[in-house]
């Protein structure tokens, strides 16, 4: 079992920043992938940003020269760096570890964009 606990979210500013943490009960090293997601109410749960193990990245094409997915595996750690935010980033963002094609989620951080 992975538990996944997610900090960092928080009222923002349009054009602000923020960065997201998401720190795992074990080592990453051999998670399958990475990522983030988000949910806007009313919304459906949608992927942000994904980091697999050999190392390539996807973003969504929303947040592509904004956002920024990186992993710490000495700190059991996944982060997202958030640029430029905007009202529509608004949502609750949930981190996620695939652990031999077992999905494993977080309880999620809110994050606000609004002046």
């Known amino acids: 079992q992975v538990q996944l606990v997610e900090s960092g979210g928080g009222l923002v500013q349009p054009g602000g920043s923020l960065r997201l943490s998401c720190v795992a009960s074990q080592s990453i090293f051999s998670f399958n992938a990475l990522s983030w997601y988000r949910q806007a109410p009313g919304k459906q749960r949608e992927l942000v940003a994904r980091k697999n193990s050999g190392g390539s990245t996807n973003y969504a094409d929303s947040v592509k020269g904004r956002f920024t997915i990186s992993r710490d595996n000495a700190k059991n750690t996944v982060y997202l760096q958030m640029n430029s935010l905007k009202p529509e980033d608004t949502a609750v963002y949930y981190c996620?570890?695939?652990?031999?094609?077992?999905?494993?989620w977080g309880q999620g951080t809110q994050v606000t964009v609004s002046s």
């Open positions: 996620n570890a695939m652990v031999r094609e077992i999905p494993y």
